[in-house]
């Protein structure tokens, strides 16, 4: 649908305008244009022609002047774990840091993830975690998770539902603490799929994972400097094709997290063709780095699942992304610090895998993918807003900048230059894996619902209202 500034269309009630953003250009994911942004009452009232609207109408109205600068609606992370435990290590952030590091980035909406512990129970994880969502400078949802099927799993995923979470992550990978069998994926996908929700998944072949871990280690290769080798792309592909054939035999849809590699997004690409409802997230560090990083000084600060990967690779990915097979762009947040990266970087499998990033999504994707490689504006906005929104049931709440939408808004400085430095970030950690790098375009100002929180690189708004967002039931007709 388009939102041309034509008019005001207004919500059900006559809510008095609050807020004013003049003068910049809005971009949703299918019209861009100059408009100036009426918001009251925390949501979007209505895009009007520039001057349009005068404040002199309603006496205390604020203004934003965006004179020059992006309007673009607030960035919805898709894949952010937040204060996460995986072996013997806790990533550092709560969500009071993890959502005040994504609004200085121009992210107004996370997703998170309750992913339960060996014995712990998929809703009462989910139950704690969606408490945590009030501790937040933004908005939040969550992902469910589920290991092992049992008679209690069909009820657990019916209540997720009714709570408003109906995406639920599995793992082909991480024997003995997160990963599920075949059979477990295909029960749940099942299940989901008649509860109008969705299987997210990382996919990794862990046996070939584990056998070339063995050869690494009979060979001296283990360490960090080694992780590349460790986790080969083949068992990222040869898992992809596995859960896409499961998909296909229960008519399920399925969204693959964090793909590295051209040939998985090919394979998903190939099934929708077929009529899968099957989906593709790249993450950020994936479509900027690659695994030279794992020869300089810090090798241990880069291990992440699936790893790094070659040059040729990075560029095939982004390929993939620029001819229009990719849905979404996430983080992959992760928030630990250089002393737990480095207490085990002798061997890669007992590691915490995972880099920080929630902070840094956007801007760099902007610099590296707008503004060197050519995506179009609506597109970036698509990858990293909307699309988010839509497969994770928030649309049109979160995503676009229309009448009735919260009022999340990030006013972009597209010529803007900044080198990045951990110093200056927000992220509890003391380091970023795009320590030193120059990008272009900065998210300057942030409104969240309705209230300017960041402003030239303050924090103008401290107080947490963020809110746990139930996810609608993903249509059968969705396409991204």
Request: glycine share 10%; with cysteine; net charge negative.
């Amino acid at each position: 649908m388009s939102h041309h500034p034509s008019s005001i269309e207004p919500v059900a009630s006559a809510q008095p305008v609050d807020l004013v953003v003049r003068g910049g250009t809005v971009v949703n994911a299918d019209w861009q244009g100059a408009a100036d942004v009426l918001i009251g009452g925390g949501k979007v009232l209505g895009l009007v022609e520039p001057g349009a609207y005068r404040a002199v109408q309603a006496p205390g109205t604020t203004e934003l002047d965006a004179s020059g600068r992006l309007v673009l609606p607030g960035g919805v992370d898709p894949h952010c774990h937040v204060g996460f435990t995986s072996g013997d290590f806790t990533s550092l952030d709560d969500y009071r840091q993890a959502t005040t590091a994504a609004v200085f980035g121009g992210t107004t909406t996370i997703v998170d993830f309750a992913i339960p512990r060996p014995g712990e129970n998929p809703a009462d994880v989910a139950a704690a975690q969606r408490a945590k969502a009030a501790q937040g400078l933004c908005d939040s949802a969550l992902h469910g998770c589920v290991v092992e099927w049992d008679d209690t799993v069909p009820e657990q995923l019916r209540s997720l539902a009714s709570d408003g979470i109906v995406t639920v992550k599995m793992f082909t990978t991480y024997r003995g603490e997160t990963m599920a069998d075949e059979k477990t994926i295909l029960n749940v996908m099942t299940t989901l799929r008649d509860l109008g929700g969705m299987v997210v998944i990382h996919c990794e072949a862990d046996h070939i994972i584990a056998d070339t871990q063995e050869r690494g280690e009979a060979a001296g290769a283990i360490s960090a400097g080694h992780h590349a080798g460790t986790r080969p792309e083949l068992a990222e592909n040869a898992s992809v094709a596995e859960i896409l054939a499961i998909a296909e035999s229960v008519s399920a849809p399925v969204y693959f997290v964090h793909q590295s590699t051209p040939e998985a997004v090919d394979l998903v690409a190939r099934a929708r063709g077929r009529g899968v409802r099957a989906f593709t997230e790249t993450v950020a560090h994936h479509l900027v780095l690659d695994d030279s990083a794992y020869a300089g000084p810090h090798p241990e600060r880069f291990v992440c699942c699936p790893p790094l990967r070659d040059a040729g690779t990075v560029a095939g990915l982004r390929s993939r992304l620029l001819m229009g097979q990719v849905a979404t762009i996430g983080s992959d947040h992760c928030c630990y610090d250089t002393a737990q990266k480095e207490s085990v970087s002798h061997d890669v499998r007992a590691m915490p895998n995972g880099l920080p990033g929630v902070e840094t999504r956007m801007p760099m994707i902007f610099s590296e993918l707008v503004v060197k490689g050519g995506l179009p504006m609506g597109r970036f906005v698509e990858l990293l807003c909307a699309n988010p929104a839509r497969l994770n049931g928030l649309y049109p709440r979160k995503g676009v900048i229309a009448p009735g939408s919260d009022a999340d808004l990030a006013i972009w400085n597209p010529t803007a230059t900044r080198t990045v430095h951990s110093t200056a970030l927000h992220m509890a950690t003391d380091y970023t894996p795009y320590e030193g790098m120059q990008v272009t375009g900065w998210p300057e100002t942030v409104v969240v619902g309705g209230r300017p929180v960041v402003d030239a690189g303050r924090l103008l708004d401290a107080e947490p209202r963020g809110r746990h967002l139930r996810s609608g039931p993903l249509s059968r007709s969705l396409v991204c």
